[in-house]
């Protein structure tokens, strides 16, 4: 490296690292959420029943998204900082 300075090529990784870590985050999130809408609808619970699980699967989906959009990003930079 140059003083500081990222390379092109150090600019597309970050970029490609970003775009795969929102993409798997919110793959994360909507899978949970689509096992609570399951687990909803397969049971048949009452209808206030239901929406406290959805409420809950869609923000137990939200805090996967965020520690695996976390989880990547930290383990591009450490990666990164090691010369790898």
Known sequence: MDMGRESRWEKD????EIVFA???????AAGVFAVALAL???FG???????????????LGA???????VRVLWRFDRQRRMGR
């Not at 929102?22 to 994360?28: D, E, F, K, P, Q």
């Not at 009452?46 to 923000?59: F, N």
């Not at 805090?63 to 959009?69: F, Y």
């Open 63 to 69: 805090a996967a998204g965020v520690w695996r959009l």
């Open 45 to 59: 619970v009452p209808d206030p029943v239901r929406e406290g699980v959805l409420v809950g699967g869609a923000l």
């Open 40 to 42: 909803a609808s397969a």
């Open 22 to 28: 929102l993409v798997t985050a919110a793959v994360l």
């Open 13 to 16: 990784a970050m970029t490609v």
